[in-house]
């Protein structure tokens, strides 16, 4: 994107070096001379526009490899329709461009121009391939001509962007164990399935697996199994390998939601500052230090299993008496769990929060230092609900997939039922909210979070 950016507006200079220095006998003489500064301050205003056109049109797909061909095609679209959106506001306004020569100039320029430095940038992605740097770690799994197929493809042409780590014939228990470690010390970023007979429940089996692990899922098939939203055809050697998009999150989703984050947690920290400050006020009055609940009655820190299964230090305002952290998993305490026969552990009546406690607890104040969390990039405003690592040791496959996006100071799953919500109703929701994500729908959710928070826990 900067590359580009600097390319249209090289493009804008050099046309407007043409049409203004130039001895060029074929277009008539200046009439009407736009200073060199205006003319720049309105060419880096256009780019912008164009970049945002370019984005519309697929050029900063960050989803696989480009090929030249595509790249070139899109660039000519990308540029038509950004000439076109000029040549609308010089018939609303001719003083912003001058000269119609400048316009055809800087957009025949800015094709050059892109496409040369879109080369240049390719050509450097591809050596990088070659020499394995920004690689893909791949493990095929499958025998017979399609895995062959794929294999050598890969093996061959290395401007795909990956390296055929491990193949396997089958998936077995040995192999899974295998994988796993590999997967743990980052050799494995994906897995493909090469065979179209496995059966389906082992498909199932390597597809679970990879959510498990948090990593791509593709499989080769046939072209007729690739109607659903969620997934992405790439042909290798002249097989449709079909990728499985675990969340809408990747990608531009990803930047953009980061960006929505960092922007609406300094927000709502300037907002909620008064607001901590009475909350840390009234826990010293009643109960003294910490203020803050970080670490754990061994002094240990306090940690959350986040995005990838990777663990954060969690902190939030304390609402418990200090010292009482550890009777979490007691026996007198787990006769009063709401959550029985789940991983979570919800306490009735806990004995052990405070006065203030109950009232930070019931107004979801004690959450407020998690703002700091979102802006330090560990947490989302909108996600799951953070993980314990004791709670996650006890999830079940299925349950790992929440784990594929970063936790959330609220989400789908908190303002249709609070605490009170059962657990696997919980995961359907949050892997729902994967599937479907939207700016908009992380708005909504915001926007519902207060009304859900003032209702009593019990409501729905």
Not at 106 to 132: D, K, P
């Amino acid at each position: 994107m900067p590359v580009d950016y600097l390319m249209l507006v090289l493009a804008g200079v050099t046309a407007y070096f043409f049409r203004f220095y130039a001895e060029l006998g074929f277009i008539p003489d200046v009439v009407y001379r736009i200073s060199f500064e205006q003319y720049v301050l309105i060419v880096l205003l256009t780019a912008v526009v164009w970049l945002v056109v370019f984005a519309f049109t697929g050029l900063y797909n960050i989803r696989g490899t480009r090929r030249i061909v595509e790249e070139v095609r899109k660039i000519l679209l990308a540029c038509s329709t950004g000439v076109l959106i000029i040549i609308v506001l010089f018939f609303l306004d001719r003083d912003l461009f001058s000269s119609r020569f400048i316009i055809l100039a800087a957009y025949l320029f800015a094709i050059a121009y892109v496409t040369i430095a879109r080369l240049i940038v390719l050509s450097i992605e591809r050596q990088l391939f070659a020499h394995g740097v920004g690689v893909n770690f791949v493990a095929v799994i499958g025998e017979g001509h399609v895995a062959s197929v794929i294999v050598h493809e890969l093996k061959q042409r290395t401007s795909l962007g990956f390296v055929v780590q491990r193949t396997y014939s089958r998936f077995t228990d040995e192999v899974k164990a295998e994988l796993a470690e590999l997967i743990a010390a980052e050799k494995i970023d994906e897995i493909i399935k090469a065979d179209p007979d496995l059966s389906t429940e082992k498909s199932e089996e390597i597809f679970e697996f990879c959510n498990e692990h948090h990593i791509i899922f593709k499989y080769a098939a046939a072209l007729s199994d690739a109607q659903q939203a969620n997934l992405s055809i790439r042909p290798i050697g002249g097989i449709p390998v079909i990728e499985v998009e675990r969340t809408r999150l990747d990608g531009w989703g990803r930047i953009a939601k980061r960006l929505f984050d960092i922007i609406g947690s300094l927000i709502l920290i300037i907002v909620s500052s008064p607001l901590m400050l009475i909350t840390a006020l009234a826990i010293v009055i009643e109960s003294g230090f910490p203020v803050v609940f970080s670490r754990r009655d061994d002094d240990s820190p306090v940690m959350r299993v986040g995005q990838n299964g990777k663990k954060f230090r969690y902190y939030k305002f304390r609402s418990m008496k200090p010292g009482t952290d550890s009777q979490r998993y007691s026996e007198e305490l787990q006769d009063n769990n709401l959550r029985k026969g789940s991983p979570l552990v919800k306490i009735k009546d806990d004995p052990r929060i405070t006065r203030v406690g109950r009232v930070i607890r019931r107004l979801s104040l004690d959450e407020l230092p998690e703002f700091l969390l979102v802006l330090k990039g560990d947490m989302s405003l909108v996600g799951p609900r953070p993980h314990l690592p004791e709670e996650v040791a006890k999830y079940h496959k299925h349950h790992k997939r929440v784990l594929n996006i970063k936790p959330g100071i609220t989400g789908m799953a908190q303002v249709s039922g609070r605490s009170d919500l059962d657990f696997e109703d919980e995961v359907r929701l949050d892997t729902v909210y994967m599937e479907k994500w939207s700016l908009l729908l992380d708005l909504i959710i915001l926007l519902k979070t207060p009304l859900i928070v003032l209702r009593k826990r019990k409501a729905l």
